[in-house]
Nanobody, 114 residues
Framework: QVQLVESGGGLVQSGGSLRLSCAASGSIFSFNVMGWYRQAPGKQRDVVAVIGSGVANYVDSVKGRFTISRDNVKNTVYLQMNSLKPEDTAVYYC?????????WGQGIQVTVSS
């Protein structure tokens, strides 16, 4: 079993920064994909950024503003979010996929005020 625990969310003004962290524990395999999704009120959950073996991919709306990274020793993935906009307001979910099975964190609120 795998557990994902997010931290680092909160309220920030437009143009500000936040750093999300997600620590994975349990039966973690050496190869997996980790990432972040988000879900705004009334909308579906969409991918923000994912990182595999050092390769990162981003949704177009966050390119140049967000950076995903991971620490494989700590089994932790980070999302550095800069130049935040009100439209980035959402619940952010940590994601891990290994052996074809997805795992999700409980979600953490990020609110960007204008």
């Amino acid at each position: 079993q795998v557990q994902l625990v997010e931290s680092g969310g909160g309220l920030v003004q437009s143009g500000g920064s936040l750093r999300l962290s997600c620590a994975a524990s349990g039966s973690i395999f050496s190869f997996n994909v980790m990432g972040w999704y988000r879900q705004a009120p009334g909308k579906q959950r969409d991918v923000v950024a994912v990182i595999g073996s050092g390769v990162a991919n981003y949704v177009d709306s966050v390119k140049g503003r967000f950076t995903i990274s991971r620490d494989n020793v700590k089994n932790t993935v980070y999302l550095q979010m800069n130049s935040l906009k009100p439209e980035d307001t959402a619940v952010y979910y940590c994601y891990l996929q290994q052996s074809g099975r997805p795992y999700w964190g409980q979600g953490i609120q990020v609110t960007v005020s204008s």
